[in-house]
């Protein structure tokens, strides 16, 4: 619809304006069009995606953010949809694909009601109503609390989150590697950090009571000494190489691997700490290691030829110093991320230190961390001197070059700083590595989640069936119309169930209508037997309803809460929408 015209309004408007219902409309469009793209990728059997860009770099998915991420939207309701993908990628690291299907639904169903004659305020209540009672059944009649994870329920989370992915064959294996990684980077958490995750440390005590009550009271320290780790995975370093299989994958436990090598084949290719020289000692260095040259504009008059010989020398022996202060401070590996040139190299050769170049200054960063060192940018010290401060250096056991596919790498073992490893994946070629980066991050997510909160819920469509039957049970105990919008929520969870099974090839009907049931009948009755028909989950392989908890198909409890949170809000962000100008870019004059 065009703008009115300024002699009817009294505005004059530069663009097009469109109000009302057909905003609705072409925001659901929208949104839907962005949900239906990433809709068959869902689940174990899901299909992945192929996606060239502009230059032709191919890029192999189904990983919904990296999909979404991928394209470029124009439309402003459908950025919503791809900002929240991220937005739950960078939060729980999994579920990013259910959570945009989840709130394309609940946009969908939202409109209907919309046209039939609600008002978009009370689907709005309505939805955080319906919110609020799914969050609270989640957590009180769902939740499996684990006081004391074993490896077990880490490796079917890590195995359930990688399911849908390449590797997702090889699960047993990842799954195992992905727990170790990490395991290995935990450490104690600070009151900052304890204080931020104040929602995990709320869920625990419910589990500590029983503990105190068997144990006299004795364990109700060490309960509280759980809580305070945390596994960054920032200090995890994922290093992908060509060649071999992906089953010859490996972790480095306190070790780093960086991509890099010998800047001189006259270079030890490993140094080992020993008893004489203490451990081995790394400079981390952000500068260039290159002969000393005068900066641009300095212009130097000699009168005497010899003089300029004298220049020269000095030039270099600036240099020498430089190196002979790194050596001196007792750098048996020097690394910069800048140039070496061959006069800086000698030295290095004749000392027997190993030295690389080009080093990726992200890669030194987290080696800096792990080995407890610092990376230096300058020399210079307040007083104008040059010197090399012996706290910036970083210690480990050993360093040695290892040949890994086509190249040779760095290795840093039994590095004694903050704890870093290292994973370095295998692969037949680029995309697979790729994806097998992104499924091993994911999955990383989910153990890291887990092990914070402590908590889980069954997988496949098994939450979602049991809020969609809660739900509208609950929605009956009202009497306003916000009734009318948590039904529809209740139908809209259902999505995912229906989406699952359709992209197994099975029948969606007859599995969700056996999903509700069994859900229906466990939470109506009182008795114990069907209780435990609350884990029902699907089974898309064979095509039936099992009890997924015991099959080992487990998310991080987290995950679910925070997705359902996400997607309901972008759903009501974009129903309160009604209005919108589009302003036409100015045209400039020629």
């Keep these: 619809m065009a703008a009115p015209q300024p002699a009817s309004t009294g505005l004059f408007l530069n663009g097009q304006r469109e109000t009302g219902q057909d905003v609705r409309i072409g925001n659901v469009t929208a949104a839907v069009a962005v949900a239906n793209i990433v809709k068959t990728s869902l689940g174990p059997v899901g299909l992945d995606k192929m996606l060239v860009d502009d230059i032709g770099d191919v890029l192999i998915t189904n990983d919904g953010a990296t999909i979404l991420q991928q394209l470029e939207v124009e439309h402003p309701a459908a950025r919503v949809l791809v900002d929240l993908a991220q937005l739950q990628d960078s939060e729980v690291g999994d579920g990013t694909t259910s959570v945009v299907i989840i709130a394309a639904e609940l946009l969908r169903r939202g409109n209907e009601l919309v046209k039939n004659g609600l008002h978009p305020t009370t689907i709005i209540s309505g939805y955080r109503t319906a919110l609020k009672a799914a969050v609270s059944h989640i957590k009180k009649g769902l939740v499996l609390k684990v006081s004391e994870l074993n490896d077990e329920h880490l490796i079917n989370a890590a195995k359930t989150s990688m399911s849908s992915k390449i590797i997702g064959k090889e699960s047993d294996f990842f799954a195992k590697l992905a727990v170790e990684a990490v395991k290995s980077v935990k450490m104690k958490a600070t009151t900052a950090d304890v204080a931020g995750s104040s929602s995990g440390e709320r869920s625990t005590p419910a589990v500590a009571p029983a503990a105190t009550a068997e144990n006299g009271g004795a364990d109700v320290p060490a309960k509280k000494e759980k809580i305070r780790h945390k596994y960054p995975l920032s200090a995890l370093h994922v290093l992908k190489a060509h060649g071999k299989s992906s089953l010859e994958s490996s972790l480095l436990a306190g070790g780093f691997a960086i991509n890099a090598m010998r800047a001189a084949q006259g270079m030890p290719t490993a140094v080992e700490s020993s008893p004489e020289a203490g451990p081995v000692k790394i400079a981390m260095l952000d500068m260039n290691l290159q002969r000393h040259r005068m900066a641009m504009g300095v212009q130097v008059i000699v009168k005497d030829p010899a003089e300029i010989e004298n220049i020269k020398k000095r030039e270099m022996d600036i240099t020498k110093e430089r190196i002979r202060k790194i050596i001196d401070a007792g750098a048996r590996v020097v690394l910069t991320t800048k140039g070496v040139d061959d006069l800086c190299m000698k030295y290095f050769v004749e000392a027997g230190i190993i030295c690389a170049r080009r080093c990726n200054k992200d890669d030194l960063k987290r080696l800096a961390k792990a080995t407890g060192g610092k990376v230096v940018v300058t020399m210079a010290d307040m007083d104008g001197n040059e010197t090399f401060d012996t706290d910036c250096l970083g210690t480990c056991d050993a360093v040695r070059e290892e040949r890994i596919g086509d190249g040779e790498m760095l290795y840093a073992y039994g590095c ?40 889980l819920v069954p997988g496949g469509g098994a939450v979602e069936a049991a809020l969609s039957v809660h739900l509208e049970e609950y929605s009956t105990t009202l009497d306003s119309r916000e009734q009318l919008a948590i039904q529809e929520y209740a139908d809209a969870l259902l999505v995912i169930p229906k989406t699952l099974a359709v992209n197994a090839a099975k029948d969606s009907s007859e599995l969700v209508a056996k999903l509700r049931a069994a859900h229906a009948k466990s939470q109506k009755s009182g008795d114990s037997e069907n209780e435990l028909l609350k884990n029902t989950g699907l089974d898309l392989i064979e095509g039936v309803i099992r009890d997924n908890l015991t099959a080992g198909v487990v998310e991080p409890a987290i995950s679910k809460i925070k997705s359902l949170r996400f997607a309901t809000e972008a759903a009501i962000t974009i129903l309160r929408i009604d209005d919108r100008i589009t302003l036409t870019p100015e045209q400039k004059q020629q």
């Design 416 to 455: 004694q700083g903050g704890g870093a490893s290292t994973v370095v994946l295998r692969g037949a070629n680029e995309y697979m590595l790729d994806e097998m980066d992104r499924a091993l991050h994911d999955s990383l997510c989910v153990v890291k989640r887990m092990l914070e909160s402590n908590t």
